[in-house]
């Protein structure tokens, strides 16, 4: 099992916020997915991957192509306090599940 986190690199974020985006995505998706999922994922070491995209309409269909697979994810949408504009998304997390099913949607970006 692993999760997948995607993340904006059209942005220009600060490492801090960057590392803080994928941070809410990875929680945000986590909390999504079903106690008996988070406990295996848990018990397994928690494996995830970090990606990139260049755009906020790559990271929608990633987003999309997730849900559609019936996935654990959910995007992250900036309040707008520090670099960002409110309402920017940053990130989207995916999973735990299976690294196979994940790998169906995510198996072709690239690593952070």
Do not use: N
């Not at 960002?84 to 196979?100: F, R, S, W, Y």
Request: charged content about 30%; overall charge positive.
């Amino acid at each position: 099992m692993k999760q997948a986190i995607v993340v904006r690199t059209d942005l220009k974020m600060g490492k801090g916020k960057l590392a803080a985006q994928c941070a809410h995505a990875s929680i945000a998706a986590f909390l999504r997915a079903s106690e008996i999922v988070r406990e295996r994922w848990l018990g397994e070491g928690m494996a995830k991957v970090v990606l990139k995209v260049s755009s906020e309409g790559e990271l929608r269909k990633i987003l999309s192509a997730a849900k559609r697979a019936r996935l654990p994810a959910e995007m992250i949408i900036d309040r707008g306090l520090t670099q960002l504009e409110p309402g920017t998304p940053t990130a989207v997390g995916i999973g735990p599940a299976e690294d196979e099913t994940v790998d169906k949607i995510t198996g072709k970006l690239k690593l952070l």
